[in-house]
């Protein structure tokens, strides 16, 4: 297949051009009604190709291929040693299949190949960071105060069958960063990728076979979350739901998870606030500010989309950014001229264009963009769009929009800047530009969210923990948090 910019990476095309199907048991199969459905390029709105559509029947044959892996499969007895070295071979296959990757990912989910090319060595960086954590995961020696002689010790034990739901904005990344933990700490899987985006998963499943990893342990059901993500949710023998998505769906999932109180966590929606104070080095503020609405066309749940500038300074800054919006040029991502892609859908455009039609008539000035980018080969091309004259109750400073949408905000100081930034339902992410060390420490300290960039943004590592206060979600995903969130802490007392 020819995209229209570049030859699609000669393994992506084999990949795309043979019938898919999902992976169950160790063994790659059709849904069981024989359904598919079609995924589409968003840059061009070209059919890609069709999955299996996956339902009630399909997660119910993974789950119990994923039960019988944990009960009765190797797995559970492997040795902590021979799981790290599993996944160090995963890690491998996705830096030799890297360009292959990338090439997938650009097609399906439409970001810019220049950002894409990254995601295959960071996701080999993750699974090798977790990967060492196979052989620490250990219990504690418990000091108690019962009578008699008793040895009481903790052991760190998997939870079990995993369901994993995953959105569409980096389904790469978000498919690895479930994957990596739960594998490492001996549970088993059973993945639904979005549907907009399934691609790089199936991939991901034909790397976890190669790599040798025991059938059933994980498993890759493609279909609709109405569906197959909610058959997953409510299924008696799934022992934890790990979910990255809005927060409307996270709500629903801790409803249904709670007829067999499986354990939950969620990673949520956003409406992160970056803040520039005058004393920041403006230029580097500028560069961040636009970093935190633009990357992935602002289709990032840490986006920061409410931009807090200091009143002084305000109009000057809005303007310059409006201005450095320049810098980026959208186009079908296989363009290595572009360097901002598409949204991912249709849907997802008209829902962005809602917004910016809502932000007029909530009186925000729109200094640059505001509509489509029409003309892009059909794509679903929304224009980097500043707004100034924003106040932080209007609805585009408290919903998320997940656009290119940046809405400005003044600020006088820096208690009422605090204050403002936590007046949200959100607390996922949040930065701050100044070069006085106190207001860095001080808004670090203020804000209700689960990171705090400091002249910086969107920085993120496998070892540092991520996730969200409030409404974004519950528990922290990498990190050594992470392994709370996949293992039981069983208490064992000895009677000496
Ligand atoms: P959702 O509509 O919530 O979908 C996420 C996933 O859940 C998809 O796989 C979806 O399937 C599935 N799903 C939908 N309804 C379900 C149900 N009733 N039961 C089980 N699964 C269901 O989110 P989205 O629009 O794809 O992604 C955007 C949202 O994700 C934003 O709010 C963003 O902030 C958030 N996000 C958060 C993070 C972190 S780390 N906090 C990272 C990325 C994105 P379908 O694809 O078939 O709808």
Same mark, same amino acid.
């Given at each position: 297949?020819?995209?229209?910019?570049?030859?699609?990476?000669?393994?992506?095309?084999?990949?795309?051009?043979?019938?898919?199907?999902?992976?169950?048991? /160790?063994?790659?199969?059709?849904?069981? +009604?024989?359904?598919?459905?079609?995924?589409?390029?968003?840059? #061009?709105?070209?059919?890609?190709?069709?999955?299996?559509?996956?339902?009630?029947?399909?997660?119910?044959?993974?789950?119990?291929?994923?039960?019988?892996?944990?009960?009765? /499969?190797?797995?559970?007895?492997?040795?902590?040693?021979?799981?790290?070295?599993?996944?160090?071979?995963?890690?491998?296959?996705?830096?030799?299949? *890297?360009?292959?990757?990338?090439?997938?990912? #650009?097609?399906?989910?439409?970001?810019?190949?220049?950002?894409?090319?990254?995601?295959?060595?960071?996701?080999?960086?993750?699974?090798?960071?977790?990967?060492?954590?196979?052989?620490?995961?250990? /219990?504690?020696?418990?000091?108690?105060?019962?009578?008699?002689?008793?040895?009481?010790?903790?052991?760190?034990?998997?939870?079990?069958?995993?369901?994993?739901?995953?959105?569409?904005?980096?389904?790469?990344?978000?498919?690895?960063?479930?994957?990596?933990?739960?594998?490492?700490?001996?549970?088993?899987?059973?993945?639904?990728?979005?549907?907009?985006?399934?691609?790089?998963?199936?991939?991901?499943?034909?790397?976890?076979?190669?790599?040798?990893?025991?059938?059933? !342990?994980?498993?890759?059901?493609?279909?609709?979350?109405?569906?197959?993500?909610?058959?997953?949710?409510?299924?008696?023998?799934?022992?934890?739901? *790990?979910?990255?998505?809005?927060?409307?769906?996270?709500?629903?999932?801790?409803?249904?998870?709670?007829?067999?109180?499986?354990?939950?966590?969620?990673?949520?929606?956003?409406?992160?606030?970056?803040?520039?104070?005058?004393?920041?080095?403006?230029?580097?503020?500028?560069?961040?500010?636009?970093?935190?609405?633009?990357?992935?066309?602002?289709?990032?749940?840490?986006?920061?989309?409410?931009?807090?500038?200091?009143?002084?300074?305000?109009?000057?800054?809005?303007?310059?950014?409006?201005?450095? #919006?320049?810098?980026?040029?959208?186009?079908?991502?296989?363009?290595?001229?572009?360097?901002?892609?598409?949204?991912? +859908?249709?849907?997802?455009?008209?829902?962005?264009?809602?917004?910016?039609?809502?932000?007029?008539?909530?009186?925000?000035?729109?200094?640059?963009?505001?509509?489509?980018?029409?003309?892009?080969?059909?794509?679903?091309?929304?224009?980097?769009?500043?707004?100034?004259?924003?106040?932080?109750?209007?609805?585009?400073?408290?919903?998320?929009?997940?656009?290119?949408?940046?809405?400005?905000?003044?600020?006088?100081?820096?208690?009422?800047?605090?204050?403002?930034?936590?007046?949200?339902?959100?607390?996922?992410?949040?930065?701050?530009?100044?070069?006085?060390?106190?207001?860095?420490?001080? !808004?670090?300290?203020?804000?209700?969210?689960?990171?705090?960039?400091?002249?910086?943004?969107?920085?993120?590592?496998?070892?540092?923990?991520?996730?969200?206060?409030?409404?974004?979600?519950?528990?922290?995903?990498?990190?050594?948090?992470?392994?709370?969130?996949?293992?039981?802490?069983?208490? !064992?007392?000895?009677?000496?």
């Amino acid at each position: 297949m020819e995209t229209t910019l570049i030859k699609l990476n000669e393994n992506a095309a084999r990949f795309v051009s043979k019938p898919k199907k999902m992976f169950i048991s /160790g063994r790659w199969v059709d849904a069981v +009604s024989g359904k598919t459905f079609e995924t589409r390029n968003p840059a #061009t709105g070209d059919l890609i190709t069709s999955v299996p559509e996956g339902d009630k029947a399909d997660i119910d044959l993974a789950v119990r291929a994923a039960r019988h892996a944990f009960d009765e /499969g190797p797995w559970r007895t492997l040795k902590p040693y021979d799981r790290s070295k599993l996944l160090l071979k995963l890690a491998d296959l996705f830096e030799e299949n *890297a360009e292959e990757l990338a090439h997938l990912e #650009t097609l399906d989910n439409g970001a810019p190949l220049s950002m894409t090319k990254h995601y295959p060595g960071g996701a080999a960086e993750n699974i090798r960071y977790y990967a060492g954590w196979t052989t620490k995961i250990t /219990g504690e020696t418990v000091p108690v105060s019962v009578p008699g002689k008793v040895f009481n010790y903790t052991r760190k034990e998997p939870i079990g069958v995993c369901g994993q739901i995953i959105p569409w904005n980096g389904p790469l990344m978000m498919a690895v960063w479930k994957l990596s933990t739960a594998l490492a700490t001996g549970n088993t899987v059973v993945l639904k990728p979005a549907e907009n985006t399934p691609l790089t998963a199936l991939r991901i499943g034909e790397l976890v076979q190669e790599a040798g990893f025991p059938d059933g !342990v994980v498993n890759i059901v493609t279909g609709f979350g109405s569906t197959a993500g909610q058959s997953l949710v409510d299924h008696p023998l799934v022992d934890k739901i *790990a979910f990255t998505g809005s927060t409307a769906v996270g709500k629903q999932i801790m409803k249904s998870s709670s007829a067999n109180l499986k354990k939950v966590s969620l990673e949520l929606g956003g409406k992160s606030a970056h803040i520039v104070f005058a004393d920041a080095d403006y230029e580097k503020a500028l560069q961040n500010a636009a970093n935190a609405i633009l990357l992935n066309s602002g289709q990032v749940c840490v986006a920061g989309s409410r931009l807090f500038v200091e009143k002084k300074i305000y109009d000057n800054f809005m303007s310059d950014l409006a201005d450095y #919006t320049k810098n980026y040029k959208l186009g079908n991502g296989f363009d290595p001229s572009a360097n901002l892609g598409p949204l991912i +859908s249709a849907k997802q455009k008209e829902r962005v264009l809602g917004y910016l039609d809502l932000g007029r008539d909530e009186g925000a000035e729109m200094l640059v963009g505001g509509n489509a980018a029409d003309g892009l080969e059909n794509g679903y091309f929304v224009k980097p769009t500043v707004l100034a004259n924003v106040n932080n109750s209007m609805r585009i400073a408290q919903e998320e929009i997940f656009g290119p949408v940046v809405s400005g905000i003044p600020f006088t100081d820096i208690d009422e800047v605090i204050k403002l930034a936590n007046q949200t339902e959100y607390g996922l992410g949040g930065g701050v530009n100044t070069t006085d060390i106190r207001k860095a420490h001080l !808004v670090a300290e203020g804000l209700r969210t689960g990171s705090v960039w400091v002249n910086t943004y969107n920085l993120i590592d496998p070892a540092s923990p991520f996730g969200g206060y409030k409404q974004s979600g519950l528990g922290r995903e990498n990190g050594a948090e992470s392994i709370d969130l996949y293992t039981e802490t069983k208490s !064992v007392w000895i009677n000496l």
